[in-house]
């Protein structure tokens, strides 16, 4: 009952085989199981301990019935142990795939040329070379028909699709983390249930001042174009966030508010913008407009491009 792999190499073929199918079978989400369950992790050092004491029981099985024996067997079990060749199924794979000629039997191959004593073996090829130079033919061949004549598909749509992919994995993310928004990045919220989220925000902690419907109270009002800290998602957002001017009873809420709740407030009450409130408050500060809104001159520049494109050619074709 002799194994045939030493010990070294048992134990951890063993423990990573054991390892490998408890994260197999164990769910633990996306993280390993020796993570996210601590506990596995004294499980896997119970399995390696227990390892080790077979190994040990087993040796000194090995080593009372050794004793056993009589003289004459112990030298013959000796002799066996060392002659036994631990990897054979190595060493046959080793030769199938180099067909290497053994030093005793190289005679047979040398050819009879001879250059100040050193001399040449008509070895065959290897076959691990011969093989892989078959794929490598094999592989050039497939891959010229499927992208030189077949024309799969080229670098620029593989790099299309790799953008494409990205920018859903983008959105995707955006969507997971709507509560990474700052002044810089903020933009008015459309949908109802940021909305609605926003005018819970709004009735809980803002009607007091600026009232239900924005008509404004201690606060000014919020339905008028008048601002006087700035109007737009980004202004309003960083008043909510850091306050009003000091003394005025406008605080920073970015301590009690989440960076969402604020976006949904703000987006929230810039829909009082143009209504007609009960009580209006009288305007205060200044009629704010949108620097980014005040760019009709744009398009018009743009259209103008290809005019002046058109009288550059002209010129160059009057030339
Ligand atoms: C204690 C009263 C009070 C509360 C509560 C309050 N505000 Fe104000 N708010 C003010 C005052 C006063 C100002 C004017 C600040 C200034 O003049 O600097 C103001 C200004 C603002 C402005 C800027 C208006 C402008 O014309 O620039 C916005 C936007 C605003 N508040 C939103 C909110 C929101 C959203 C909440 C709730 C989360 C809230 N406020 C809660 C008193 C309040």
Same mark, same amino acid.
């Given at each position: 009952m002799?194994?045939?792999?030493?010990?070294?190499?048992? !134990?951890? #073929?063993?423990?990573? !085989?054991?390892?490998?199918?408890?994260? *197999?079978?164990?769910?633990s989400?996306d993280? &390993?199981? !020796?993570?996210?369950? &601590?506990?596995?992790?004294?499980?896997?050092?119970? #399995?390696?301990?227990?390892?080790?004491?077979i190994?040990?029981?087993?040796?000194?099985?090995?080593? #009372?019935m050794?004793?056993t024996?009589s003289?004459?067997?112990q030298?013959?079990y000796l002799?066996?142990?060392s002659k036994?060749?631990?990897?054979?199924w190595?060493?046959?794979?080793?030769?199938?795939?180099t067909?290497?000629?053994?030093?005793?039997?190289?005679?047979?191959?040398?050819?009879?040329?001879? *250059?100040? +004593?050193?001399r040449?073996?008509?070895?065959?090829l290897?076959p691990?070379?011969?093989?892989?130079?078959?794929?490598?033919?094999?592989? +050039?061949?497939? *891959?010229?028909?499927?992208?030189?004549?077949?024309?799969?598909?080229?670098?620029?749509?593989e790099?299309?699709?790799?953008?494409?992919? =990205?920018? !859903?994995?983008?959105?995707?993310?955006?969507?997971?983390?709507k509560?990474?928004?700052?002044?810089?990045?903020?933009?008015?919220?459309?949908?109802?249930g940021?909305?609605?989220? @926003?005018?819970?925000?709004?009735?809980?902690?803002c009607?007091?001042?600026h009232? =239900?419907?924005? @008509? +404004?109270?201690? +606060?000014?009002?919020?339905?008028?174009?008048?601002?006087?800290?700035? @109007?737009?998602?980004?202004n309003?957002?960083?008043?909510?966030?850091?306050?009003?001017?000091?003394?005025?009873?406008?605080?920073?809420?970015k301590?009690?508010?989440?960076?969402?709740?604020?976006?949904?407030?703000?987006?929230?009450?810039?829909?009082?913008?143009g209504?007609?409130?009960?009580? &209006?408050?009288?305007?205060?500060?200044?009629?704010?407009?949108? &620097?980014?809104?005040?760019?009709?001159?744009?398009?018009?520049?743009?259209?103008g491009?290809?005019?002046e494109?058109?009288?550059?050619? =002209?010129i160059?074709?009057?030339n």
């Amino acid at each position: 009952m002799m194994s045939r792999t030493p010990w070294w190499v048992r !134990i951890p #073929v063993l423990f990573f !085989i054991i390892f490998g199918l408890m994260e *197999y079978f164990v769910d633990s989400g996306d993280k &390993p199981a !020796i993570i996210e369950y &601590p506990i596995t992790q004294f499980f896997m050092l119970m #399995v390696l301990l227990i390892l080790i004491a077979i190994e040990v029981i087993l040796k000194s099985i090995e080593n #009372v019935m050794f004793q056993t024996l009589s003289e004459e067997a112990q030298e013959r079990y000796l002799a066996a142990k060392s002659k036994k060749i631990e990897f054979k199924w190595l060493d046959t794979i080793y030769k199938r795939l180099t067909k290497s000629r053994s030093i005793e039997r190289e005679g047979e191959i040398i050819l009879d040329h001879n *250059y100040d +004593g050193i001399r040449e073996l008509d070895n065959v090829l290897p076959p691990w070379w011969v093989y892989l130079f078959y794929v490598t033919i094999f592989f +050039g061949v497939v *891959y010229l028909i499927r992208f030189h004549i077949a024309g799969d598909y080229d670098q620029e749509l593989e790099y299309e699709q790799e953008v494409a992919a =990205a920018q !859903i994995a983008i959105e995707e993310y955006k969507k997971t983390a709507k509560n990474l928004v700052d002044v810089n990045t903020v933009e008015v919220l459309t949908e109802a249930g940021d909305l609605s989220a @926003g005018e819970k925000i709004f009735t809980a902690n803002c009607v007091v001042c600026h009232m =239900a419907d924005g @008509g +404004g109270g201690i +606060g000014p009002n919020l339905t008028d174009e008048y601002w006087i800290l700035g @109007g737009g998602i980004k202004n309003v957002f960083r008043t909510i966030s850091e306050g009003g001017r000091d003394g005025k009873g406008m605080v920073a809420w970015k301590n009690s508010l989440k960076p969402v709740e604020m976006a949904q407030v703000a987006s929230y009450l810039l829909q009082f913008q143009g209504t007609t409130p009960a009580n &209006p408050k009288a305007p205060e500060g200044e009629i704010w407009v949108d &620097p980014d809104a005040d760019a009709p001159a744009a398009p018009e520049e743009t259209e103008g491009a290809p005019a002046e494109q058109a009288k550059d050619s =002209a010129i160059v074709a009057m030339n």
